[in-house]
DNA sequence: GTTCTAAATTTATCATAATAAATTGGATTC
DNA sequence: GAATCCAATTTATTATGATAAATTTAGAAC
């Protein structure tokens, strides 16, 4: 009838029934956002409190509180009882970050080639954004980590343990990242293979030759980024990225079977 | 004196150190989430209703009503009153997850370039590992989305559609990824350019030429999908990259300033 | 058989009150 | 005068019960 003019005017007409039914909770979460966002808030900046919140958007405590609560599990704000207490805006942390997007690929198959695809992209290209770029204090740390295990495993345990040190050199060159996004794909893949050995044997029995190979890797890693070599750090990635990747039991399909913990 | 024990001299030092300080509705949720993981529950599976679950865990409704709120916030789960009603499994939507990401990049400053370094790794790897797994009714579609715009634009209005189509056409090329980690971390970033067009004009000014090339690259990349011909959708992809990032105005840096929603 | 209505079930929201945690100011102590 | 203890204050946390809203199911009416 008559309403059909709203049609060429309003491209999202479809969109109208959007307003459905979001609870309540969500609803004030959202506003809450939006408030965030107008008046640029940042880490630390303190949201009114909930008598303040009930007073503001007009519905009970329980609703108030439970919008606080969907903030929080996102990671978007904190809240402490007692004087100057309250909620405060907080920067979400890439653990809590992670996390998140492990819930979502805990109900995907990802596989270990999966994720060694775009190691293989990814890891190369970030060591050789980083080289030369490195103070002196993360390079120390870097070589102590690359020389942190001066033997084979001799034990399954053993092994783990060097496979997880293994895993810490990665995340600790991804948080080292320039590139926050390229820095934050690295380390959930890090932290997917680590959450891996905790609860799998997955690893392919020991090589001696293998092994010595990695550990090579590591510390002549470090020496190409301290001389700023970038195509041998991508060159020695790549190649330790094959190593790693022939030292992991393929068959192992589904990788997500818990969720993570922050 | 008075040993005033009733106070909180309740240390709970005795088994785990890491129960400090979460609340109760934090605690009840990481308590369903094992439940979920160890019953192996998957989407729709029923969770226990509100009733039962506060003699299970002996908490308040309250509590149980936040702890629910946190599940679903996270996508966890999804909630429908009624009879057959309570709360169920719910995967964790692409959507939501992103959403998710995208309020830990809020804090953050990722540039443009970015973004573009990690396309340039990832997007010309995605369609060479599409190339002949396509089938002919996705094939369709990307041509039918190649060919929607066969005149350059003609104003701002046009561009920013003409730009979001083309943001289209690369996400459903990552949604048939089979890595769906890949496939994931492109649809992220094309949801982020996406809501740049949304909220800045960042575009250089229209150039026919580069606007035709583009155009020709989308035709070009459905013809080498169908062919199976990897190595030359690789480098389609990686062409049409280095153009688009040329089109984009470099000097636009902080580009998340809003959380997204789902 | 279809349609409407009422009842039953379950979450959603609200209101109120009691409890716990953290800070602050002041009194007490040395 | 500085440190310590204590009580008052502020704020979130948990609990309880009542009422509303949404949804399904069963039954009644036609």
Redesign the interface.
Known sequence: MKNNAAQSSEPKITDAPRAQKRSR?VQV??QI??W??ERDL??GDKLPNEAAMIAQFGVSK?TV???M????????IVTKTGPGGGSAVG??S?E??IS??G????????SLS??Y??RK??EP?LVANLAGTLDEETLTELRSMAHQHPEPAKTPEEEKQQHISSLVFHARLADAA?????G??ISF?ARILSDLTVYHRLYAAPNKELWERGRRHQIDLVDALEKGERSRARDIMMSHMEGAERMMNVQEMRIT???M?E
């Open positions: 909770p979460a959202d956002k939006h965030v966002v940042r880490k329980g509180r439970e919008a609560r969907i903030l929080e599990a996102q990671g978007l920067e979400v890439k809590r970050a998140l997007l819930n979502y690929f805990y109900f995907k198959n990802l999966d994720i695809q775009l992209l990814l290209e320039e590139n926050e996004l390229m934050f794909v893949m079977r818990q969720f913990t």
